[in-house]
């Protein structure tokens, strides 16, 4: 599963992080692999070193078993991102990458990647056309209508299944018809 946005700022590392870990608390094998390269985030939060990452097991000769590292959370897993890397696209649609992607789906229930925003570069669009669906994560009250669509646009393009909507931050009693709504008609689009 993809996890992405429609911007930057909305979310998108800290729910990737929050489902793994609730995945892994259910009993569920889960990796996370951190591929947002311009941005990464996930080895701050589960306080790994940013060593030996996905950019340097996609660019050199690296045993796969040396990528996946154990967090602190049973079950859980990281691929950290590595070092940022000059062409982000080209190793994320690469045949090396399509590789690891079935070879982590073999290995674990759940595999979680962490995407920069699809409307800023084309590095999720990419990886989500090579995984079962992508997650949408909106900030309440941040994202716009319009760029909400030109996201779904772009999913539609590729026919990349959105497997759901996150709506971070919002004050459930303030807005409860407002945010429903607004879910209904980004799913209706």
Same mark, same amino acid.
């Given at each position: ?19 793994? !870990? ?15 390269? $311009? ?10 070193? %940013? ?11 690296? %045993? ?26 080209? +190793? ?11 070879? +982590? ?6 595999? /979680? ?17 090579? !995984? ?12 716009? $209508? ?10 539609? /393009? ?12 919002? %004050? ?5 018809? %407002? ?11």
């Amino acid at each position: 599963i993809a996890i992405s946005s429609a911007l930057p700022k909305e979310g998108k590392s800290a729910t990737t992080s929050n489902l793994g !870990v609730c995945l892994a608390k259910a009993d569920k094998k889960v990796v996370i692999v951190d591929s947002d390269f $311009r941005k990464p985030r996930q080895h701050r939060i589960f306080k790994i070193k %940013d060593i030996n990452g996905l950019t340097s097991f996609l660019t050199m000769n690296m %045993d796969v078993k040396d990528l996946i590292k154990q967090t602190d959370i049973p079950n859980l897993y990281l691929i950290n991102a590595g070092p940022i890397p000059l062409n982000p696209v080209e +190793l994320l649609g690469s045949e090396k990458m399509a590789n690891l992607i079935k070879a +982590l789906e073999r290995g674990f229930d759940f595999v /979680l990647y962490d995407t920069p925003p699809i409307l800023t570069v084309t590095d999720a669009m990419v990886l989500g056309s090579k !995984v079962d669906g992508i997650i949408l994560i909106v900030w309440g009250e941040k994202t716009s $209508r319009k760029a909400l669509r030109q996201a779904k646009e772009k999913l539609d /393009l590729l026919k990349i299944k959105t497997l759901g909507v996150v709506i971070n931050n919002i %004050d459930i009693g303030k807005h409860d018809c %407002d945010y429903m709504n607004y879910y209904y008609y980004y799913k209706e689009q």
